[in-house]
């Protein structure tokens, strides 16, 4: 996908459409203002009005507009108008909690689109938009509206079960009706009715997903996103990328329903986790499915055989929640979603540095943890007690070399030259990555201390759920934040070592 068509001269027909178009979203927020202030409607309910109004006047974009410039413009200025709005309390009608950044990630998630596949992908814009615009909606009002509903929470927005059925029943419909009644020009290819239903219904069992999920608004990002990445490469493909894309799912669906049943995850890690595994099983197939498998199954497996003595220390348990799960498999996700659009090998290679780093960082705290040995900081070599931040052992180390191995192993034969290089490459890369990761333990990880037990640790409460006390790092600079910088410094030096070895 280039960005160059941004650059385009507008002609003035598009900056009319522009101006009409600001127009009309100005005179629905006044009017939904309005009737708020008049009828004295609930916040929701008029917020939705401008949420549809807004989705369905996105229809006639890629109609109406021949270039993408006024369409990026109205989209900057609405991300950074309604940021501005929300901070300073403006608009209550459409901005229901300050902290919730619905509204800033709707125009967001449209500029993304529109700078992604405005040149020979509109159809995806206008769907993805919809599948937000629309399904969100009416899963919202199903969730209000039903008696006897039932409810859960993932992270900490309530949803229900009917709302996220009645999401998954719009979402399909609105996929499909769009790409039946748009005009044949902006469809990327004409699958048979058939296929299209199951292209329809595969997009909005991800998108439902990802709308249960949905933490203060950030589903208005995360929806269309995810929506239009599948549609993109199922548009795009045959029915053979059809066919991976619709095992990857149901693989994904086994793997995290087992893996919450066995303990591996919690209820929010499960549902990330399947989404994460339909884009990595589905758009990459065995060579991307096989390390990712090796990494989750070995360390969950790892983390459960030691969760005696770590549940004391760390943070988190054994069973990984949505968080912990993004943080070790988040750059993998991105990886493969690249790869998508770019089919390269260095993205696959980038993808094993970071999972051998995820795994040589789980290797070395778990062995390290089970052997006893008395640690020493990284920084300045002192000796800690076990569970420092930052501290490693021999045992830790050889753990971290032993994983990094496994997991190179598990993917380098998908590779047909240089195997015993890149066997060697992507080892360095995952040992290299845990020791960056300790090194950001020993120095900007939050640590703290329990005033009962005097224990260091890395939780907030301790001992019967007494607060504990900040002694080193910083606040923000949790297990979760380390774990991911340890991603992407696996990468990182996959990347060097391959410019530099190859």
Known sequence: MAFFHIFQIPSVKDWLYLLLLTLVIIILIVISEIIRKRFNWPQEVTRKIVHIGVGFL??????????????????????????????????????????????????????????????????????????????????????????????????????????????????????????????????????????LLLISVLTGLVATAAEALGDKGNDNLSVPLVSAIILFFLMKGDNASILQFFLGMFFGIVFAYFSYKVKFLTASGAVITFILATFIFGFGGWAWTLPILTFFILSSSLSKFGKSESEKIFEKGSQRDHLQVLANGGIAGILIIFYTFYPSLTFYLLYLGALAAATADTWATEIGMMKGQEPRLISNFKQVPPGTSGGITLAGTAGAITGAFVLAMSGVWFVEQNRFKLLIIITLSGLLGSLFDSLLGATLQVQYKCDICNKITEKKWHCESNNTMIISGVHWVNNDMVNFFNTISGSIFALICFHLFL
């Open 58 to 195: 996105l229809l006639l974009t890629p109609l109406l507009f021949e270039t993408s410039m006024p369409l990026v413009c109205i989209a900057a200025f609405f991300s950074l108008f309604n940021y501005i709005a929300l901070r300073n309390n403006l608009l209550p009608g459409i901005h229901i909690d300050r902290n919730n950044f619905g509204t800033v990630y709707y125009a967001v998630s449209f500029l993304i689109l529109i700078l992604i596949f405005w040149d020979g992908f509109k159809i995806i814009i206008v769907a993805a938009m919809l599948v937000m615009a629309i399904g969100d909606a009416a899963a919202a009002i199903a969730g209000r509206s039903f008696k006897n509903v039932h409810h859960y929470i993932l992270i900490h927005d309530r949803k229900s079960i009917e709302g996220s059925i009645v999401m998954l029943l719009v979402s399909t419909l609105i996929i499909y009706i769009t790409f039946l009644l748009y005009p044949s020009y902006l469809v990327v290819i004409h699958p048979s009715l058939g296929i």
